[in-house]
């Protein structure tokens, strides 16, 4: 009886904080609520608290942060193959040929956390894989080794724009490219504001090189053996034989279609819809936030 009390406080004391957050319309969910200067929708806020409360980090765990479409699936088959290369070497019945990444390197507050669940990580063999969408703010401070990914603002918009759409309920309809690019410059979108996000990791790159290893979409892209030995080496891993692509049928074990998480990956896809009008909008709020800092996207 003890412990249904204290769920129930630990339940109400979720429901005020709710009620006491600043909150917009979401992209995806009906809200998305404003919690230590980011923006989350009410399940994901849920799985945040509960991580930030009962996680508790290794020396040796590697975190990999993104902001979501920022190249998350793609980075989680990179640092996945690396670190289990002995155990999985590159054949037929890896683990990646019949699993999505997200299943695979599980995200902290999205899976491992969620509906108040307090998983036993204890039994998990070190060094451990996570992933979040958790701002600098946010995150444990005791994490050693994460990794951040950024890309382009105008790319960043478009993908996270049609990614949403695709997981909108039928009965909320399509998210209009000008509501939803108002709300991203305002810096109202899922895990937001990016820009945010993103100089906050960077920075703490140039501060603490060994424990943050910053990448950029967009080179990962344009040098992909390069920046693939950058982050072997980060991890201390031995660099693996080349990966052929791999397509994922099926669904996660949340619900979502595998499908919705991949796209084309191609940089520049902005151009195909955004106006001039747009695109200058967007370039000035890049320029505000980033001015001084000495990063470039």
């Not at 904080?17 to 399940?43: C, D, M, T």
């Not at 289990?84 to 590159?90: L, S, T």
């Not at 899976?111 to 070190?126: A, E, F, G, H």
């Amino acid at each position: 009886m003890a412990l249904v009390g204290k769920e129930e406080v630990v339940a109400q004391e979720f429901k005020d904080l709710i009620f006491s957050l600043p909150k917009e319309n979401g992209w995806v969910a009906s809200y998305l609520y404003k919690y230590q200067g980011f923006w989350h929708p009410v399940r994901h806020l849920q799985g945040i608290i509960t991580c930030q409360r009962h996680f508790q980090a290794r020396d040796s765990d590697v975190i990999l942060i993104t902001t979501p479409k920022l190249g998350t699936t793609r980075l989680k088959v990179i640092v996945f193959t690396l670190m289990n290369r002995m155990q999985y070497p590159i054949a037929q019945d890896h683990p990646l040929h019949s699993k999505n990444p997200h299943d695979l390197v599980p995200f902290l507050e999205h899976t491992l956390y969620v509906d108040n669940q307090i998983p036993d990580l204890s039994s998990m063999n070190s060094p451990r894989l996570f992933a979040t969408h958790l701002s600098f703010t946010s995150i444990p401070r005791n994490l050693f080794r994460i990794s951040d990914v950024s890309l382009n603002p105008k790319d960043t918009f478009v993908s996270l724009w049609q990614f949403c759409n695709r997981l909108r309920p039928k009965e909320m309809g399509t998210h209009s490219l000008g509501e939803a690019f108002d709300m991203f410059c305002r810096g109202v979108s899922i895990a937001g504001p990016v820009l945010d996000h993103v100089l906050d990791y960077w920075k703490e790159s140039r501060e603490s090189p060994h424990k943050v290893l910053f990448l950029k979409y967009d080179d990962m892209k344009e040098n992909p053996t390069v920046n693939l030995r950058r982050i072997a080496e980060f991890l201390e891993c031995p660099f693996p034989m080349r990966k052929k692509n791999q397509e994922w049928t099926g669904k996660l074990s949340s619900g979502e279609e595998n499908k919705v998480f991949f796209r084309q990956g191609k940089v520049g896809d902005w151009k195909n819809h955004l106006t001039i009008e747009t695109v200058e909008k967007l370039d000035k709020i890049t320029e505000q936030k980033l001015s001084g800092s000495r990063l470039v996207l």
